[in-house]
C-alpha cells in the first residue's frame, strides 16, 4: 500500500510546530512551477484541495536531483521530506524532500503554459483548464457558492424540490425550448411521450405545486433555453435557484432576494478569502471593496415607471443608448438595465412592477391593470441576475389569461392550484451562474461554467 499522503489544506491548517515534529511527510499534487539555480531547487506543488501550493525543495547533494530538475510543468509527482519552518519567507513553511517520484509525466504537446494564458484559449482547453490559478479559484468558489445557496434555503426552513429536466410545458411561455426526440423515424415530437417534450426552461410552475404543499420551497439545477443571443451572459444551459413562498406577496419577495444575495456574499468571503484575494488582484480590482459595500446598503426599490423617466432623462441629457427609443412599455436592454444600476443607482436595485405585456402569463396583475408584480434584481456590471414575481392566485384572471394565450391546455394541474386551497404566493429565480460572475467579477458567463453550452459551441 502506498504511503498516505498529507493535502496541502490540512498542512496549512495544522500549526507548524505539530508539523516539525513530524518525521516526514508525504505529498502528491501537480507541478506549477519548478526552478533551479544548480545547486537547489523549488517546485511549487499544488494538489487541488486549496487555492494555495506548497513549495517542496531539493538539493544537489540529494541522489535524485538530476532527475527532479527534469520534471515538467504539469507533471504529477509525490515527494516525502520534512516540513521546516520559514518564517523569513513569503510562505510559512516548506518540504525538504528525501524522496522523489514521477507520477504521471508530461508530453511535450501539453497545451497549457506557464506563462499567462487568454480566457479565450482556455475556453478551447475547458478540459485543462481546471488546472490553471483562475480556474482552480472560479470552480471552487462554484462549489462553495451551492453549498451557501443550500444553507441559506435549508436554515430558513424551505424544502428542497427535485423538479423535472423534461417537461410538458414551457414555463416561461417565451418558446425558446429544445425539444426532446429519439432517434426514431416517428414524428419527433410525440415519438417517446405522446406528447411534445422539451427540456425545462424553469421549474417554476412544478415548484409551485410543492409551495401549496409545503408553503417554503426551492429547486435548484440545470435549465436550457435555446436562446441564440450571442452575449456574454446567456448561456443554453445554466443553473438556476427558484424559491417560492406562500403566503408572501412581492414585498416578501424582495426581501428573500435581498437576503439570500447577501448570505451567498458574505459566505464567500468568509469561506473562500484565498479565492476572493486573487479575484480581487488579478480578475476585477476592488471586487472584494464592491461586496462589502452590497452587504453594508439596502437594496435600492424603484417602479419600472420610474426606471423609464430616468432612461428618458438620460436620453435627453444627450446619454446614448444603442436603442435610445425609450418609452412605457418597452422591454429594457441590458444598457438600459446597466445605467440605471450602474450609473443612476450605484449599486444593485430592485425594478418592479413592469407592465403585463412584456412580461410572463403568471406574473399577478396589479389594480391599475396595465402592470403586473414582477421584479428583476439588477446589479452593476450585468444588469438583471434575478427575475421574480407574485404569482396570479385568481383563477379566473389566469385562466382568461391563459385562455387568450393558448397555453391552457397541460397547464390545467397548474390552474387547478388556484381552485384546490389557493393562497397568495411569490417566487423568484436566481441565475447561479450569473451571480458567480457578480461575485467573483469573472465577466464572461463562459468562463463560470465548467463546460459551457453557447450556439455552435459544443467541443466537450
Ligand atoms: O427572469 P427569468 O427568465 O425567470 C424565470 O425563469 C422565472 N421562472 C423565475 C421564477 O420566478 N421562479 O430567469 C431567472 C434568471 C435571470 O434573472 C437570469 O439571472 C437567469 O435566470 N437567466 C440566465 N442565465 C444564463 N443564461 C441564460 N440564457 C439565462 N436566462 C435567464
Ligand atoms: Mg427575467
Partial sequence: MQKKAISVKELYATPIEELEKLESVTVQGWIRTNRNSGNVGFIHLHDGTCFKNIQVVYTADSPFFEEVSKYPFGAAVRFDGKVVATPTLQQPFEIQSTSAELLGGVDSDYPLQKKKTS??????????????????????????LAMAVHQFFQD?????????????????????????TTDSKDNPYTDFYGRRASLTVSGQLHVEAFAMAFKDVYTFGPTFRAEKSNTTRHASEFWMIEPELAFADLDDDMECIEACIKYCIEYILTHCPDE???????????????????????????????????????????????NNNIYWGMDLQSEHERYITEEFVGGPVFLYNYPKEIKAFYMRENDDGKT???????????GEIVGGSQREERYDILKTKMDALGNTEGLEWYLNLRKYGGCI???????????????????????????PRTANALKY
Fill in 119 to 144: 480566457f479565450e484559449f482556455l475556453r478551447e482547453e475547458a478540459y485543462l483548464r481546471p488546472r490553471t490559478n483562475t480556474f482552480d479559484a472560479v470552480f471552487r468558489v462554484r462549489s462553495v
Fill in 276 to 322: 476572493m484575494d486573487f479575484f480581487n488582484k488579478w480578475i476585477d480590482k476592488g471586487v472584494i471593496e464592491k461586496l462589502k459595500k452590497v452587504l453594508a446598503s439596502d437594496f435600492r426599490k424603484m417602479e419600472y415607471t420610474e426606471g423609464i423617466e430616468i432612461l428618458k432623462k438620460a436620453v435627453a441629457g444627450g446619454h446614448k443608448f444603442q
Fill in 372 to 382: 403586473v408584480a414582477a421584479v428583476d434584481l439588477l446589479v452593476p456590471g450585468e
Fill in 425 to 451: 404566493h411569490s417566487g423568484f429565480g436566481i441565475g447561479f451562474d450569473r451571480l458567480l460572475m457578480y461575485i467573483t467579477g469573472i465577466n464572461n458567463i463562459r468562463d463560470t461554467e465548467p463546460y
Fill in 156 to 180: 430558513r426552513g424551505f424544502v428542497y424540490v427535485h423538479t423535472p429536466e423534461i417537461t410538458g410545458n414551457d414555463a416561461e411561455g417565451a418558446g425558446s425550448v429544445f425539444t426532446i
